[in-house]
């Protein structure tokens, strides 16, 4: 672990700065350090080497820790077959290798992409998670067309960066946890059904004795869970969107 690229990470378990809970079943976890990536690979045109793989509790992707040719260390995610010793570079004139950053514009059709800015130098934003990757359909003028790892075909500015590859530890989703502890020990809490609760915390809760939902399956927030559009059509992205992930 590179320490200077790294900060003990404060614990909130899911409460904001007034102390309400808004995000559910999060509570105390072992101490964690967090890693400090480098989203934007914004060191153009210089290669980097390989120093280490590792471990990172606050995700579930793998790290990759290089060191640039002027001694400057940063983390990227890992992506599928990057290994210890191999050159990584970023830029329109980088190779089409693994881990190497380009414009959608110099990727070819077809190639997994992964860490893929929505907006040009904006930074990674979509598919970084362990095993994810996104894929290039095609161009339309100043746009591409990629489809995302949820399904979606999305327009993004031919001008945005994707990094070549797909997120390694694929196999993550297969890891049993086996003991209720080792979940506590991740800061996760129970989950508590619906049913069960009062009706104060959840629009199913409430009734004498064992009742059921008594409406049509809501969240916890009151929006439809039956699978129903609930995305505002008046939001900014919207025109962005080439096909629904559904």
């Known amino acids: 672990m590179e320490k200077r690229l790294t900060w003990t990470l404060p614990k909130n378990s899911g409460r904001n700065a007034t102390g309400v809970v808004t995000t559910r079943h999060q509570g105390k976890r072992e101490k964690r350090r967090y890693r400090e990536i480098d ?6 045109d210089m290669v980097a080497r ?6 990172d ?19 990227i995610l890992a992506p599928e077959t990057l290994g210890v010793g191999q050159k990584i570079m970023s830029g329109e004139s980088a190779p089409l290798t693994v881990g ?26 979509m598919a970084r998670g362990a095993g ?23 327009r993004i500015k031919a001008e945005a960066y994707g990094t ?9 989703k297969n890891v049993n946890l086996g003991l209720a502890g080792r979940k506590r020990h991740m800061g996760i809490r129970p989950t508590v059904r619906g049913t069960a609760q009062n009706p104060r915390s959840h629009p199913h809760g409430g009734g004498e004795g064992r009742s059921g939902e ?23 992205s919207h025109k962005m969107i080439v096909q629904r992930r559904k």
């Not at 390989?50 to 471990?55: A, G, I, T």
């Open 39 to 44: 989203w934007k690979r914004d060191k153009r």
């Open 50 to 55: 390989v120093v280490s793989l590792e471990y």
């Open 57 to 75: 509790p606050n995700r579930t992707a793998n790290l990759a820790l290089v060191q640039y040719a002027d001694g400057e260390k940063r983390y």
């Open 100 to 125: 190497n950053a380009l414009p959608l514009k110099s990727i070819p059709v077809g190639t997994l992409i992964h860490c893929l800015e929505l907006v040009p130098g904006q930074g990674a934003k």
């Open 132 to 154: 994810g990757s996104a894929v290039i359909q095609g161009f339309e003028g100043a746009w591409a067309l990629v489809k995302l790892p949820s399904g979606e075909i999305r």
């Open 164 to 172: 070549i590859g797909q997120v390694g530890r694929s196999e993550w």
């Open 214 to 236: 008594g409406m049509h399956p809501k969240t916890p927030w009151g929006k439809s869970a039956r699978g129903n559009r609930t995305r505002n059509k008046s939001k900014y």
